[in-house]
């Protein structure tokens, strides 16, 4: 990814997670963590991670940020009000980011830094020798072309497949207990 | 070409924007959000490891990018029992501020 995108997208996510505390407004909080996501997405595609973007952007601004989209109007929230705002926890805050960004930035000063290993055509070659002369993924890396779906679903299900199950029984659980949670308690 | 420094830079931004939110906004929704901002944080850098640290074959990392599908998983269960909880919170005590919600206190 060019650096100049790097940082386009990188801006639209620090921005909107920065005006989803400053917005006094719940919905417009919630539409800023919309921007934010969106900007991630596009920093996850630029890591060739397609399948992580694609989902990233379905799963949370897609289902997620409508369901809060959805509660806040259901609960009828009214702003905060403007004149209480006590400066205690605003100092708080801003004193951990401080304290948070200077470690930070003292540990990446120390830590190696590396750039990014080339995802060309001879790294595909080499790579497609390691699964079978017929498969999808194989004949993807000859072409020059990054599989990604196809390696994700392969790592899946072959190495993960036992925690794939447990996180089906965790949706199964977490459905009931919205169910029952949501359900008006007999007075 | 970003590096990776730039990459782990702004996720922790990202992530410190997060933290700042949990502990200055009142408004539990917003708090819950601020903690979304968190876990994504996370999920950047997993992805920035996994493409920065190719496996053997030289391809990126695929056991991040699994541990990043986790975790958007159980993240939509989480916000799932979660708003139910702020439903049922707000049910039972007609406010959402954690100002308001003092219980337990001693």
Known sequence: MPSYLFWLFSVIMLVGGAAVIAFRNPVASALSVVACFVGLAGLFIGLSAFFVGVIQILVYTGAVMVLFLFIIMLLDLKDEEKTAKPLGPIAAGIGLVAAFTMQLIGVLSHSPNTTAPALDAQTFTAAATGFPVSSKIAANLLNGKLPDVHLIGHTLFTQYNLPLQILGVLLLVATIGVVVLSKRQAD | ?106
């Open chain 2, 1 to 106: 070409m970003a590096s990776l420094n730039d990459y782990l830079l702004v996720s922790g931004l990202l992530f410190a924007i997060g933290l700042a939110g949990v502990v200055v906004r009142r408004n539990i929704i917003v708090v819950f959000m601020c903690l979304e901002l968190m876990l994504s944080a996370a999920n950047l850098t997993l992805v920035a490891f996994s493409r920065f640290h190719p496996a053997a074959n030289g391809l990126p990392d695929y056991n991040g990018q699994m541990l990043v599908f986790f975790v958007i998983t159980v993240a939509a269960a989480e916000v799932a029992v979660g708003l139910a909880i702020i439903v049922a919170l707000y049910r039972a005590r007609q406010t959402i501020h954690t100002d308001d919600l003092t219980s337990l206190k001693g």
